[in-house]
T-cell receptor, first 115, second 108 residues
């Protein structure tokens, strides 16, 4: 399966805990994008990463959120001290280059519920 | 981030009817995409548009890139139950920015 893999599919965290969301891009893709989708809303851009580099984090909340895409392994979106408002679906997408005009390939998402 | 507005917000149609939805932006984009999202899944690319005025078809789907480069529309002909889902437009300025979505319900 060469698709974008995200895990876990569902994640439940209590307020104050940490959430770690993982994304393995499609084979041959070195650019990863994270989007957040709140219930009944569209996708909001969060961050764009290449291997070992953050290219654009203009959509990331200033506090508690961080992302990385190490040389080896999946991209990680980390949310510290989660609050109820962090409950959302988080989607990862990948592309083979940063100039991919033909769009991104999305994973199936991680649905985070904060209780 | 960029603001893309889609209309209508939701549609309820009978199977077999044609569907039309559009997307407008305050910014000019050089690329427009249309995605479909099934419940519980990630968005899947339907159609990509690269030139102002371009009209592109993919089966029963037809999309157009507006002349002003600030809008796009998507038509679905002869709708079927599996067309149900949320349709998103996306425009590129650096990253892709997504619209608010049009939710489509097809009544058999």
């Amino acid at each position: 399966n060469a698709g974008v893999m995200q895990n876990p599919r569902h994640l439940v965290r209590r307020r104050g805990q940490e959430a770690r969301l993982r994304c393995s891009p499609m084979k041959g893709h070195s650019h990863v994008y994270w989007y957040r989708q709140l219930p009944e809303e569209g996708l909001k851009f969060m961050v764009y990463l290449q291997k070992e580099n953050i290219i654009d984090e203009s959509g990331m909340p200033k506090e508690r959120f961080s992302a990385e895409f190490p040389k080896e392994g999946p991209s990680i979106l980390r949310i510290q001290q989660v609050v109820r408002g962090d409950s959302a679906a988080y989607f990862c997408a990948s592309s083979p280059s940063g100039t991919a005009n033909y769009g991104y390939t999305f994973g199936s998402g991680t649905r985070l519920t904060v209780v | 981030g960029q603001q893309l507005n889609q209309s209508p917000q939701s549609m309820f149609i009978q199977e077999g009817e044609d569907v039309s939805m559009n997307c407008t932006s305050s910014s000019i984009f050089n690329t427009w995409l249309w995605y479909k999202q099934d419940p519980g899944e990630g968005p899947v690319l339907l159609i990509a548009l690269y030139k102002a005025g371009e009209l592109t078809s993919n089966g029963r789907l037809t999309a157009q890139f507006g002349i002003t480069r600030k809008d796009s529309f998507l038509n679905i002909s002869a709708s079927i139950p599996s067309d149900v889902g949320i349709y998103f437009c996306a425009g590129r300025e650096g990253q892709f920015y997504f619209g608010t979505g049009t939710s489509l319900t097809v009544i058999p």
